[in-house]
């Protein structure tokens, strides 16, 4: 009997240990990537509503690789980790910076890029990036952004008025129309979507680039969940393949005419 049980007890034991690998264990043959369509040059929709940008054009190349189908799944910004976590999608690929205080709550994939935080008002402004210079004046940002928390954190306790947006065309119409004095932003996304086309003609960068590990990070890289350790080194093998045979650097000139890696 007792040599009975415990064969049973090993077969139980082996059983159950197979289902726990093949519940870990997912072949990712479909991945889902969160985007949001309003942050080009790294994802927008043409025209005729097809969703595109350097952010698009890489998710599909990390796909390619892992010989995966990519979906993409439009999401405001702001809930883009609580999406994630509520399994809406794979990963963030949307232009999201790695802070410490994302990190607690997502896994990220290695680097994708790095781009500076400028601020923008009218051409020929006084004003500069500091607290000081910005009392009592009203700076749009992005809720959800690092330039949200920026903000928040360093001008809006001395008497900056921080005023935050749900997607970025709203603050740029509130700059053209003067309810803005000026806005917090990525500056390669504000240069593309706002300042080189006909509506930004009136406005420029000023100061220079904003720096603050602790609020605006080090660099971008794909959301994933925690628990997705395998996601992670799959993307982050398909990443380095992409830089090694030049597919990178490609898909950079395509939008880019400087490195952002």
Do not use: H
Not at 96 to 101: A, K
Not at 119 to 127: D, I, Q, R, T, Y
Not at 143 to 151: F, H, L, N, S, V
Request: proline share 3%; net charge positive; charged share 25%.
């Amino acid at each position: 009997m007792a040599s009975f049980m415990k064969k049973m007890f090993v077969s139980t034991t082996l059983v159950l240990a197979a289902v726990a690998t093949n519940v870990q264990a997912k072949d990712w043959k479909v991945i889902r990537f969160g985007t949001e369509s309003s942050y080009a040059p790294f994802e927008y929709k043409t025209p005729d509503g097809k969703l595109t940008g350097f952010d698009v054009d890489l998710g599909n190349a990390i796909c390619a690789k892992l010989k995966a189908k990519c979906v993409w799944v439009e999401n405001s910004f702001d809930g883009m980790i609580p999406a994630l976590k509520a399994k809406k999608f794979d990963g963030i690929l949307s232009s999201m910076t790695v802070t410490d205080e994302r990190a607690k709550q997502i896994l990220f994939s290695s680097k994708i890029y790095n781009t500076p935080t400028r601020m923008v008002a009218k051409k020929g402004s006084p004003l500069l990036p500091t607290a000081a210079s910005l009392k009592g004046k009203r700076v749009g940002v992005q809720q959800g952004t690092i330039q949200e928390t920026y903000a928040k954190t360093y001008w809006a306790t001395k008497g900056v008025t921080v005023v935050p947006y749900p997607v970025q065309d709203l603050i740029y119409q509130d700059m053209m129309s003067g309810r803005l004095d000026a806005t917090l932003q990525d500056a390669i996304m504000v240069d593309g979507a706002f300042l080189k086309q006909p509506k930004g003609k009136n406005f420029a960068f000023v100061g220079g680039n904003v720096v603050d590990a602790k609020t605006l990070g080090v660099g971008a890289a794909i959301g994933l969940r925690k628990e997705d350790a395998d996601l992670k080194a799959n993307i982050d093998k398909a990443l380095a393949a992409i830089i090694a045979d030049g597919t990178y650097k490609k898909l950079e000139k395509k939008y880019f005419s400087f490195n952002i890696y």
